[in-house]
């Protein structure tokens, strides 16, 4: 019966691929040509960032990036390389409305970072100024947060932090400015930081570049209180991934 009534609504909406929107039997799922794209991020990897290496050099290895400019989180993971379908993905959640993606993304999420999801308290999402949260009507983050929140069954704390100030596209930028435009954007406010105190917090975002943007909301919930964050995005850019396109990756 739960079949029958679910025809009417396939029929009128079909399922479409998650990456080029191509007709496909069943929804959340990526057509022939899309699946063959996707870069699954695996082991070995450094244990702090989560930059996949060349080859496995032993358990508890750091990247040269890790030991020179150790990052203020505890631990980074992403589920794919933020190349072919997974782009796609990301950049549809974000500018196409396409907020069904989501729970599925979030799936894979969980694949890669079930140990950081189990360690954590809260999951919180990096958040958007009010500017372009009224102008895009949601937080991408938040729906990636809101999923894996609700598929680990862990807190969700989506006003543990917010952007106190608008930031530039963080895209273009060297080191120096991108460090200089998010400096100060991100406060925990005084209401939150009861639930945060001793909290270890899982911060969510879409996309994983350099660092910048996560780096600075995981300074302002450590002054907020937070005990430790640990990182989740969907994807990661690597290098020689980059397109001139892209905006919006942090």
């Known amino acids: 019966m739960a079949a029958l009534a679910r025809w009417p609504a396939r029929i009128l909406f079909p399922p479409v691929c998650a990456g080029c929107r191509r007709l496909v039997t069943e929804p959340g799922t990526l057509c022939g040509a899309c699946w063959p794209t996707l870069r699954f991020i695996e082991r070995p990897w450094c244990e702090v960032t989560g930059a996949p290496f060349s080859h496995d050099m032993g358990e508890g290895v750091l990247s040269p990036d890790a030991i020179a400019n150790p990052p203020p989180f505890a631990r980074a993971r992403a589920a794919v390389t933020y190349t072919g379908a997974a782009r796609q993905m990301v950049q549809s959640l974000k500018f196409g409305d396409r ?67 608008p930031t530039r596209q963080q895209v273009g930028l ?3 400015e991108r460090e200089e435009n998010v400096r100060g954007a991100f406060r925990v406010p005084p209401r939150a930081e009861i639930r945060l105190r001793g909290r270890r917090v899982l911060l969510v975002d ?27 995005t969907f994807a990661r850019v690597l290098p020689g991934d980059f397109r001139p396109d892209d905006t919006g990756t942090i």
């Open 174 to 176: 060297g080191a120096r």
């Open 99 to 165: 907020t069904e993606l989501a729970p599925w993304m979030a799936r894979w999420m969980m694949r890669v970072g079930g140990e950081l999801l189990a360690d954590a308290d809260l999951v919180v999402p990096v958040p958007l100024h009010r500017r372009r949260f009224f102008r895009r009507r949601f937080n991408q983050s938040a729906e990636l947060a809101r999923a894996l929140s609700r598929l680990s069954e862990t807190p969700f704390a989506p006003d543990a932090v917010i952007r106190v100030r």
């Open 206 to 232: 879409d996309v994983y570049t350099t660092g910048t943007t996560v780096a600075a909301v995981t300074k302002a919930l450590r002054r907020g209180g937070a005990a430790d964050v640990d990182v989740l």
